[in-house]
């Protein structure tokens, strides 16, 4: 295992064959997914009325208010993306890769290794269970076939992705090339040594000579787009917290919803856990890692202390952490599509709910788009960060 000597993070690890693990994992998480699509996912009772939605009502409902990209975002992040990274996943992990041209399969992995970030299978699980607790004093709620086979794919799903060995990926379309001049500097920037943002390679052209990406010292204007994305994410969360995100209709009588309104009820309710869980995820999360995000791009400017190492691992966990605040989310489109009661009650969504959703969005963004390594670097190179 190679190990960074400034920061410690893991650079590489032994080349251990996984393929057949990756293959098998992959194939069950695909099966439970298209399983999950077609049965009753979750039942809901109030009044002698029952209520029962499959997997797809989640988006589709969405559709029928309006909600046209709120639906797309949701249909993409827990059916589509998860459904074309697992039907790729198998035949690369067969030979694919070595087998079609150079071209092609750079494109097709560089696409694939794209999707992992943007699919949010557990985060709509885990939203499930928040929204459940939500209504199960309002009315009986049983579970379906679809959602057990839907905790199976997120299972196996996570598990494949565990077992996913990238450089060995990337090795099927070429071997990776070796840099003499890296064993001889401390740092790659000392010798103007370049690792490709894509495949990892290390080289000193223009672009990437294994994936074709254009490679640089770092990432151009890493803290001038992070900052941007930053600026639009704290604009949308002002209206994500003022306005409903949606609103619930009971006998006739209807009632909006904020966020922060959504959190006091479960409190008052005694679903302390669920609303610390909530609260922590979409009030907490978004307000923290717009604070973390600012201080690392003013931090920047600063030369490295025994300190960067800390703003490093804080850096690394925002940028893990950040799609979890999307629970909120999930929470509503579910809520959306199972209370669809006529009068007798009935939930839709609000504007705020869609702001939310950019939010964290532009919050992702802003994460991708620092580049942390400018934390490490001497002032002399600060200015590598603009070079094309």
Same mark, same amino acid.
């Given at each position: +295992?190679?190990?960074?000597?400034?920061?410690?993070?893991?650079?590489?690890?032994?080349?251990?064959?996984?393929?057949?693990?990756?293959?098998?994992?992959?194939?069950?998480?695909?099966?439970?997914?298209?399983?999950?699509?077609?049965?009753?996912?979750?039942?809901?009772?109030?009044?002698?009325?029952?209520?029962?939605?499959?997997?797809?009502?989640?988006?589709?409902?969405?559709?029928?208010?309006?909600?046209?990209?709120?639906?797309?975002?949701?249909?993409?992040?827990?059916?589509?993306?998860?459904?074309?990274?697992?039907?790729?996943?198998?035949? +690369?992990?067969?030979?694919?890769?070595? @087998?079609?041209?150079?071209?092609? %399969?750079?494109?097709?992995?560089?696409?694939?290794?794209?999707?992992?970030?943007?699919?949010?299978?557990?985060?709509?699980?885990?939203?499930?269970?928040?929204? +459940?607790?939500?209504?199960?004093?309002?009315?009986?709620?049983?579970?379906?076939?679809?959602?057990?086979?839907?905790?199976?794919?997120?299972?196996?799903?996570?598990?494949?992705?565990?077992?996913?060995?990238?450089?060995?990926?990337?090795?099927?379309? &070429?071997?990776?090339?070796?840099?003499?001049? @890296?064993?001889?500097?401390?740092? @790659?920037?000392?010798?103007?040594?370049?690792?490709?943002?894509?495949?990892?390679?290390?080289? &000193?052209?223009?672009?990437?000579?294994?994936?074709?990406?254009?490679?640089?010292?770092?990432?151009?204007?890493?803290?001038?787009? @992070?900052?941007?994305?930053?600026?639009?994410?704290?604009?949308?969360?002002?209206?994500?917290?003022?306005?409903?995100?949606?609103?619930?209709?009971?006998?006739?009588?209807?009632?909006?919803?904020?966020?922060?309104?959504?959190?006091?009820?479960?409190?008052?309710?005694?679903?302390?856990?669920?609303?610390?869980?909530?609260?922590?995820?979409?009030?907490?999360?978004?307000? %923290?890692?717009?604070?973390?995000?600012?201080?690392?791009?003013? +931090?920047?400017?600063?030369?490295?202390?025994?300190?960067?190492?800390?703003?490093?691992?804080?850096?690394?966990?925002?940028?893990?952490?950040?799609?979890?605040?999307?629970?909120?989310?999930?929470?509503?489109?579910?809520?959306?599509?199972?209370?669809?009661?006529?009068?007798?009650?009935?939930?839709?969504?609000?504007?705020?709910?869609?702001?939310?959703?950019?939010?964290?969005?532009?919050?992702?963004?802003?994460?991708? %788009?620092?580049?942390?390594?400018?934390?490490?670097?001497?002032?002399?190179?600060?200015?590598?960060?603009?070079?094309?």
């Amino acid at each position: +295992m190679a190990i960074c000597p400034h920061c410690q993070h893991k650079l590489c690890e032994a080349d251990v064959n996984h393929d057949s693990q990756v293959v098998a994992l992959s194939v069950g998480s695909l099966l439970m997914l298209l399983s999950s699509m077609f049965y009753p996912f979750i039942s809901f009772s109030s009044s002698g009325i029952t209520q029962t939605i499959t997997l797809p009502d989640a988006a589709r409902i969405l559709f029928n208010y309006d909600s046209e990209l709120l639906g797309l975002f949701i249909d993409l992040s827990i059916i589509a993306l998860p459904m074309s990274l697992l039907v790729i996943l198998i035949p +690369m992990h067969l030979g694919l890769l070595s @087998a079609l041209p150079q071209g092609i %399969a750079r494109r097709l992995l560089k696409f694939t290794l794209a999707l992992e970030p943007w699919i949010m299978s557990e985060i709509f699980l885990i939203g499930v269970l928040v929204s +459940m607790v939500k209504i199960m004093s309002l009315a009986d709620i049983s579970f379906g076939a679809s959602f057990w086979a839907y905790i199976g794919f997120v299972i196996l799903y996570i598990a494949a992705l565990a077992h996913l060995n990238r450089p060995r990926l990337w090795a099927q379309i &070429k071997p990776v090339e070796f840099v003499e001049e @890296a064993s001889h500097a401390k740092r @790659a920037i000392d010798q103007n040594i370049k690792a490709c943002h894509v495949c990892h390679q290390l080289c &000193k052209d223009d672009y990437c000579p294994r994936c074709h990406s254009k490679t640089h010292i770092r990432n151009p204007n890493s803290v001038q787009k @992070a900052t941007a994305w930053l600026v639009t994410s704290v604009l949308c969360y002002i209206p994500a917290n003022l306005l409903p995100i949606m609103h619930t209709t009971s006998l006739g009588d209807e009632s909006p919803s904020t966020l922060i309104g959504g959190v006091l009820t479960l409190w008052k309710s005694g679903s302390y856990p669920i609303a610390a869980i909530i609260f922590f995820a979409s009030v907490v999360v978004p307000l %923290a890692k717009a604070f973390v995000l600012s201080f690392l791009c003013i +931090m920047v400017a600063k030369p490295a202390n025994r300190h960067t190492k800390g703003y490093t691992k804080i850096y690394q966990l925002t940028e893990f952490i950040g799609k979890w605040s999307m629970i909120d989310v999930f929470v509503v489109a579910i809520l959306v599509a199972l209370v669809q009661l006529g009068n007798l009650m009935s939930i839709t969504p609000g504007v705020g709910i869609v702001f939310f959703t950019v939010m964290v969005i532009c919050q992702m963004m802003a994460a991708h %788009a620092f580049d942390p390594r400018l934390l490490w670097d001497s002032p002399k190179n600060k200015t590598s960060e603009n070079k094309a």
